[in-house]
């Protein structure tokens, strides 16, 4: 879950809002508005709408200040964030790297739902102050109770959710293995979500329809994130022991700078390849790719030397022969490429590519389990 409508950056971290955002958006000003109505009736219609709208953007504002907990945790750490995302189940922030210790997993986890219940008190705080029966106060009350149930959810001890990580940080550090105590918090978090869809499907059955489907749709997408983890965990242990240089395909496809992009691009489709290494004057100058192509206009193809949209080898995600597996595998996941050339005091041995990848795995048995 990574990119949407670019809201901008807060501290070198890119801020998103996903289109599926709006949905709740929509929904919760709605509902909102028309609690409103049943308790306050003689509030116009106008004002409890103004009033409902800014509630849902208080509601996502504390959603990004809890995202925003987590964030400021793992800077501390270390651990670089790429990006926060506001989607239709609430936010997501996107780290480089996973937590180098237990203690840094626990911080960086326990950050958001700390941050959530900071919120809770503060909204609950304020609205006493301005008093419930005012159009302000019972939003702001509201607000305070939102945060404290978003602070207890997030506790909930399973994979992808904070409690999960803090049963993660808890399991690793009293075993020290990383993996095992991914699996049993993944594993926790797969109970969970089965959890939530039973109980939205006796709601919807005892004729609470949109909320039992809400529930179940919580359940559904904690149980392909807890899924995913529990794979991933799998993978990682399948490659455990292998560096670049055991998976590397040497046969790796090379041009001349000089050739035009017309005649690379048939060449590429030919031999069913999708990039190259680019040599000028004996030396790896860079590395083309199919997008690379696709930038340029069809039409200049035949003028365009291919070392002109080349990405300059300085600037090519690169491997050394003895770099842990696991480390391309995250580097092909984190920097979105579908190569990444092994190399060695300047010269390409060869690379390692997704399809490698995939054959690597499924030769330790790693997806089939
Ligand atoms: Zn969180």
Do not use: C
């Not at 978003?150 to 994979?159: I, S, V």
């Not at 904070?162 to 926790?188: E, I, P």
């Not at 050394?320 to 595998?329: F, K």
């Amino acid at each position: 879950m990574d990119g949407g409508i670019p809201l901008g950056r807060i501290l070198g971290i890119r801020v998103f809002l996903h289109p599926t955002w709006f949905v709740v958006f929509f929904l919760v000003t709605v509902t909102l508005s028309s609690a409103l109505g049943q308790d306050h009736a003689d509030w116009p219609g106008s004002l409890r709408l103004l009033l409902a709208g800014a509630t849902s953007i208080l509601f996502f504002a504390s959603i990004f200040l809890h995202e925003l907990g987590h964030s400021l945790l793992a800077l501390r750490h270390k651990v670089g964030v790429r990006s926060i995302t506001l989607f239709i189940f609430g936010g997501v922030a996107v780290m480089e790297k996973e937590p180098p210790t237990p203690r840094s997993e626990f911080e960086i986890a326990i950050a958001g739902p700390v941050v959530s219940a900071l919120l809770a008190l503060g909204f609950t705080f304020l609205s006493g102050m301005l008093g419930e029966s005012t159009p302000a106060g019972s939003m702001l009350g509201w607000l305070g109770w939102i945060n404290l149930i978003l602070a207890a959810f997030n506790l909930l001890p399973g994979f992808p959710l904070d409690g999960g990580r803090v049963l993660r940080a808890f399991l690793w550090a009293r075993s020290g293995n990383f993996q095992r105590a991914t699996r049993v918090a993944a594993n926790v978090g797969t109970w969970i979500a089965y959890g939530f869809i039973g109980i939205g499907v006796m709601q919807v059955l005892s004729g609470n329809v949109t909320g039992g489907l809400w529930q179940a749709f919580i359940g559904w997408f904690l149980l392909s994130a807890s899924g995913a983890t529990a794979r991933q965990v799998d993978i990682e242990a399948s490659l455990a022991g292998l560096v670049a240089r055991d998976v590397m395909n040497p046969d790796v496809p090379r041009v001349h700078a000089g050739i035009s992009v017309g005649s690379f691009a048939r060449d590429l489709v030919l031999r069913g390849r999708r990039w190259a290494l680019v040599e000028e004057a004996g030396r790896t100058s860079g590395l083309i790719t199919l997008s690379d192509v696709k930038r340029i206009a069809p039409e200049e193809w035949d003028s365009t030397p291919v070392g002109r949209v080349a990405t300059p080898i300085e600037k090519v995600v690169t491997a050394s022969p003895r770099q842990p597996l696991r480390d391309v595998l995250s580097a092909i996941g984190t920097r979105n490429v579908n190569q990444i050339p092994v190399v060695e005091d300047g010269h390409v041995l060869g690379a390692v590519t997704r399809d490698t990848l995939v054959q690597a795995i499924e030769l330790r048995g790693g997806a089939s389990r």
